[in-house]
């Protein structure tokens, strides 16, 4: 039994950032920073219980979309029977352990094997796990630097390619990446930090009422889950349905008329590369597409502005947290 996401209390914007990843998987996943205890592998795990399942391919290992990209081995099952059969899955939630090494994460090539018969074996890793799923990876910021680096590669190319001694096998690895750290025990490179599309700071809820909600919540759901879910089952199925026919009308969303206004923020923020325009714009369409508008509109520039800006800034030493907003803020008000 998994709580209901629709029930969890505040934590509207990260639950937002969630959603929009849903809707684009292309946004490129989610930071998560802040303190322990805030219903964040709740949120990713709610999330994946309320989407609807997912066509594959039938036995994949790679759970491989019949229609999209294919591993190696469903490549080579297409010339013999034609077809691919399928079969409906759920999406899961595929947890990063912290002391992962390389092949645990991306899969394995039995050399061995492919001396003696001629043939390939490959070891899945988490990456095969991850793919068309969430991978949640708690505290990324306490990884080593070279895993991090090949995570991020895989969830940017949507491959995995793995090679040994001339021998390679490639599966796609599009996986919805979702990342917590808690700042004070260290922060992550900017060149890491830059990679994850959006970025959300969440904090223990202060407000008494909301706090005894959350409270009063957990205590129905532990004494009786399937009384809690059946009285939660009609917002369930509403904010499916809106995922369902953002995900839809996404792709449709015009995006010219708001460039400008884009880069003149990232422009007067002095953001390098070009990855935060990218996302800002992806994240505002989605969120268009989610508030079920025909056209991207001030708020949401506004709204993806923080979402996808605030890991990327610049601050000088010294200065304070608190003053990426008011940048932000500022850039804003200038349009």
Request: aromatic fraction near 4%; charge should be negative.
């Amino acid at each position: 039994m998994i709580f209901p996401f629709t029930s969890i209390v505040d934590q509207e914007e990260m639950k937002t950032a969630l959603i929009l990843n849903v809707i684009d998987p292309s946004i490129g996943g989610l930071l998560i920073m802040g303190e322990k205890g805030t219903a964040k592998s709740t949120a990713v795990r709610a999330l994946a219980e309320l989407l609807p399942e997912l066509e594959s391919v039938k036995d994949c290992v790679f759970n491989c979309d019949p229609v999209g990209d294919l591993c190696t081995e469903c490549k080579e099952q297409l010339p013999d029977h034609g077809h691919l059969h399928r079969e409906k899955r759920k999406m899961r939630v595929v947890e990063l352990p912290l002391g992962v090494t390389e092949d645990r994460l991306v899969g394995t090539l039995d050399i061995e094997h492919a001396i003696r018969r001629g043939e390939k074996r490959f070891e899945p890793g988490i990456l095969a796990d991850a793919n068309r799923n969430f991978l949640y990876v708690d505290e990324v910021n306490l990884l080593e630097d070279h895993i991090v680096d090949l995570l991020l590669d895989s969830a940017a190319m949507g491959v995995n390619i793995v090679e040994r001694e001339g021998i390679s096998f490639v599966h796609p690895a599009r996986f919805i990446l979702v990342g917590t750290m808690n700042p004070e025990e260290g922060d992550l490179r900017p060149q890491l930090l830059d990679r994850f599309g959006l970025c959300v700071g969440v904090t223990g809820v202060r407000d008494r009422e909301l706090r005894v909600e959350i409270l009063r919540r957990k205590a129905a759901f532990d004494n009786d889950p399937d009384a809690f879910l059946a009285s939660w089952a009609e917002e369930q199925q509403k904010l499916a349905q809106k995922i369902i026919g953002a995900r839809l009308k996404v792709g449709s969303i015009r995006v010219d008329d708001v460039l400008e206004k884009i880069v003149s923020i990232t422009a007067l923020l002095n953001l390098d590369g070009h990855r935060a325009d990218i996302v800002m714009m992806k994240t505002a369409r989605a969120l268009a597409a989610f508030r079920g508008l025909i056209e991207i509109g001030q708020d949401e520039i506004k709204d993806a502005s923080w979402l996808a800006l605030r890991h990327r800034l610049k601050r000088l030493p010294f200065e304070e947290a608190g003053a990426d907003r008011e940048k932000v803020t500022a850039a804003l008000a200038q349009l």
